[in-house]
């Protein structure tokens, strides 16, 4: 945990936050959208795992690997190099599906996130670092398992952190690449409590941030 913890912060030293020469000292809005994925799920065999799972036909899992973020920020700048910020977002972290023939479950995620921001300014290129938290929210959609009480909503604040590379194509325009990387826990169905447990996500989005 502790090598972990530094290599979180290195990043946030190195990559900076911000906007150059074309940025202002101003409020931002950040629209992303492309693939999300829930680290280390379960297997669809261990579906029939959950208390009140009728063990019926071939159990199956599915993983919709949708995500997007939509945020609001503000940036500083020390210099034309460097900008600094910070920004809280909603954010959508994709869904995995387990059915076999009589029951089934819709396993979401979603964020609630609160970043630092640091940005490296080179011309119209920018190098972009994020370092923060996430309100990670798992909120299933249940067929014919209702009456486990164990298998319910649950949320946790997890750390996250983020980094991306964008090109500005105007003083008030930018287009990018970013990764997003949440720390959370395995989820098992051996254990039904841990059902709840919230996983670890990745997102790699296709990013414009548009500056007010």
Known sequence: ????????????????IGVSGYAMNNFYV????????????????SFEEIE????LGTP???????????????MWNTDT?????????AAYYGVTKYSNAVAGVDMN????????????????????????????????????????PNFTSSQQVLPEVGAGLAYAFTPNFQLGVSY?????????????????NLPSVNLVLLEMSYFL
């Open 180 to 196: 997003y990387h949440t720390f959370g826990n395995d989820v098992t169905f051996n254990n039904d409590t841990d059902a709840t």
């Open 60 to 74: 199956g899992k599915v993983e919709d690997n949708y995500g997007g973020r939509v945020a609001l920020g503000y």
């Open 30 to 45: 950040n629209l992303g959208a492309g693939y999300a994925a829930a680290q280390n799920m379960p297997s669809a065999g």
């Open 81 to 89: 190099h460097v900008s600094y910020g910070l920004e809280t977002a």
């Open 109 to 148: 995620y979603y964020g609630l996130e609160l970043l630092g921001v640091g940005q490296l300014n080179f011309d119209k290129l920018r190098l972009i670092g994020k370092i923060g938290a996430t309100d990670e929210q798992f909120h299933p959609t249940k067929n014919n398992i209702e009456n486990n």
């Open 1 to 16: 945990m502790k090598k972990t913890f530094s290599a979180i912060l290195l990043t946030a030293s190195v990559m900076g």
């Open 52 to 55: 009140g799972v009728t063990k």
